[in-house]
């Protein structure tokens, strides 16, 4: 097991605290040395006030009034009055270097730690998305997913952040209330009552922001929701002529966005206001209250270990330190649970249990020529709905088929069942008879080169596009499988071309050109099967007879699966699956069917019969017969190229 599967496997039985963390413990050197930093920042910061104090109680006195830390002070500084201000002077300085550089390497370390911990987590949570099934990935939006790994990914840091800080938090708290209490309790009491006004105004603004920053980021990913669909309708409200309800629409989005950010920046601007209100009402306090106890400490009745004005000075400094701590006691629940619930997102998804996998035994199948069967198979997305029944067929190795029927009676989804892109409900798909679910899913999918209804296309060059599939392709041998697909001359007429970029989803080329693409990804891969879901519905005549032609010079060397409602092109297929509700209703050749007078001859009749009409209205045929042979002889040669090694 690698480190990663571990870390899931063991994920289910962990509380979401543990599992953060172990994102971070592989840097636990860098964790140890954070600890250290945060370490020498509360010192220094609880240190900080002390040598003014020093100086005012202990070296411009002519007798020492300072309690036991201005005796480690003293003990370090020369005899002398000018040498022990200097002195003093070297180590406020050197305090302030040493707080400044330990808080700029933990921040370091924190970006770090940060960085390389979310990056666990998203590899973790991407791969696991790549290993998810169809069925997942269509049950939810693609947007779920998207914010899952950008957003959400920082939760398990955000988990151990809070924690870090807390804790260090509730150690500075403590070290300086014992400070202020061993000089003087009622002053520290003093101190502390305005700590209820500083821990509800960070319950309640902490509250508050939060949730309009949540309010105003929602508002912000609607507005740009809104902007991009706006974008990419804008040739149908230019058609409708609906431009101004589409400006009336995006205006009220942006208003709502406006409100919900001055919402947003007048809590933000009142929180300041109200902490330095807090924190002047606590300094007015201790001036007071702490003035007059030095007064009567030192003038009124002097005592040895009364009020000082060093010491007014330590409490002065640790009034407004308590903010900070306070502050992340105050946030500690609000943001945990933030945090926590993106922590909880992300593993949600990492527990998903995976419905598509390697079985423990599973069987390696090298990619070869196979017989493929689906045996009594029957298949639904939704138990209540079944797609597929009994479906019982074999396909002999080098033989092309075709299955065919109307819209939506399972063709597309009986070539998912052979990825295994879904797994049947009954019954098995079988190679060489052994049923693929046994089989490593990473070798049975390279037995298929599958052309989808949706011909994607990266945003990467043309020959990076084709080569998807076999990256160690060569330039001839995507050439020619460019060639084969009918895609040369538009891919030539590009203005790079085969370096040519192309846009995101193939923006910048004709549905035919997206499909001749998709084509020749699938014919230059070495997949045994070639699997083509409704190749030629977007090709115009000449490139779908042009097709035709290279997957019928195909036949023997390759097994070709076609889905298709072109009838002309199963013409010449070993075999024919009618299909209709599901079910395989007739198999044969296309002559066995025509002859048997049944659904598919039914079809055919009424495309010939519309082709004909069609024909005859343009008067076309005579031009195509001369187009369509000189086609041919080009494609003959090609395929004579490429494919005489494979
Ligand atoms: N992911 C899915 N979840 C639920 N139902 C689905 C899903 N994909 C397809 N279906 C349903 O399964 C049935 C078969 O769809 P399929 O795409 O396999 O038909 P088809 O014969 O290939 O259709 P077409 O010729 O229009 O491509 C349809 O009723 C469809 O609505």
Excluded at 500 to 525: C, D, K, M, W
Excluded at 559 to 564: A, G, I, K, Q, S
Excluded at 576 to 603: C, N, P, S
Aim: glycine share 8%; charged share 20%.
């Amino acid at each position: 097991m690698n480190p990663t599967d571990e870390r899931l496997h063991a994920g289910a039985k962990r509380t979401v605290y543990e599992r953060a963390f172990s994102y971070f413990s592989p840097n636990w050197p860098w964790i140890a040395t954070l600890v250290f930093l945060i370490g020498v920042s509360v010192g220094v910061g609880l240190l900080e006030a002390w040598p003014l104090a020093v100086l005012v109680d202990s070296v411009l006195t002519t007798e020492p009034k300072g309690g036991w830390l201005h005796g480690y002070f003293l003990a370090v500084l020369p005899e002398d009055k000018p040498g022990q201000i200097v002195g003093l002077v070297i180590i406020g300085l050197s305090l302030q270097i040493i707080g400044y550089s330990a808080w700029m390497v933990r921040m370091m370390i924190n970006f770090y730690l940060n960085y390389w911990g979310t990056t666990r987590v998203r590899a973790d949570l991407f791969g696991k998305l790549q290993r998810l099934d169809l069925g997942y990935h269509q049950s939810r939006p693609l947007g779920d997913s998207i914010y899952r790994l950008t957003t959400d990914a920082f939760g398990p840091w955000g988990v151990v952040d809070i924690m870090i800080g807390t804790s260090v938090a509730a150690v500075t708290l403590t070290v300086m209330t014992a400070i202020l209490l061993s000089r003087s309790a009622p002053l520290t009491f003093a101190a502390y009552a305005v700590a209820p006004l500083i821990l509800w105004s960070n319950w309640r603004f902490g509250m508050r922001i939060h949730q309009r920053a949540l309010e105003s980021k929602q508002i912000d990913a609607d507005l740009t929701a809104h902007i991009q669909q706006a974008m990419s309708r804008v040739p149908l409200s230019q058609a409708f002529r609906r431009e101004p309800f589409e400006f009336r629409r995006f205006e009220d989005a942006v208003a709502r966005s406006v409100k919900a950010l001055l919402r947003l920046n007048w809590q933000e601007q009142l929180y300041p206001l109200a902490r330095d209100i807090i924190l002047s009402i606590g300094g007015a306090i201790i001036l007071g209250y702490g003035g007059w106890l030095v007064y009567h400490d030192q003038f009124l009745a002097p005592t040895p270990d009364g009020m000082t004005v060093g010491a007014l000075i330590i409490f002065m400094d640790y009034l407004r330190k308590l903010w900070d701590p306070l502050k992340w006691l105050a946030e500690f629940f609000s943001k945990i649970r933030t945090f926590e619930a993106a922590a909880r997102r992300v593993f949600f998804v990492l527990d998903e249990p995976e419905a598509i996998k390697d079985r423990p035994d599973a069987q390696p199948l090298p990619p070869r020529p196979r017989r493929l069967s689906f045996d009594h198979v029957s298949f639904a997305y939704r138990r209540d709905c079944p797609v597929l029944s009994d479906i019982t067929a074999t396909v002999a190795p080098g033989e092309m088929v075709a299955f065919v029927g109307p819209s939506g009676v399972g063709k597309s989804s009986l070539l998912k069942l052979m990825l295994r892109f879904h797994d049947p409900s009954r019954g098995a798909v079988r190679l060489d008879g052994l049923d693929i679910r046994r089989a490593r899913l990473v070798d049975l999918r390279a037995h298929f080169a599958f052309v989808t209804q949706d011909n994607l296309v990266l945003p990467t060059s043309v020959a990076e596009n084709i080569a998807y599939g076999r990256p160690s392709a060569s330039n001839a041998d995507i050439e020619d499988a460019a060639a084969l697909a009918g895609a040369t001359e538009f891919i030539d007429a590009l203005p790079e071309g085969y370096d040519t970029v192309l846009s995101e989803g193939g923006a910048n080329l004709s549905g035919g050109q997206r499909q001749r693409l998709a084509i020749a990804r699938a014919l230059v891969s070495q997949a045994p099967f070639l699997v083509l879901d409704e190749p030629t519905s977007a090709l115009d005549p000449e490139n779908e007879l042009r097709l035709i032609d290279t997957l019928h010079r195909l036949k023997r060397r390759r097994t070709v699966l076609l889905v298709t409602h072109r009838l002309d092109s199963v013409v010449d297929c070993d075999q024919v699956f009618a299909m209709h509700a599901g079910r395989i209703v007739e198999t044969g050749t296309h002559a066995q069917l025509l002859a048997q007078g049944g659904a598919y001859a039914r079809l055919w009749r009424r495309q010939t019969d519309d082709k004909a009409a069609r024909r005859a209205k343009r008067g076309a045929g005579a031009g195509r017969k001369g187009r369509d042979a000189k086609v041919a002889t080009a494609e003959q040669e090609v395929a004579a190229k490429v494919y005489r090694t494979s």
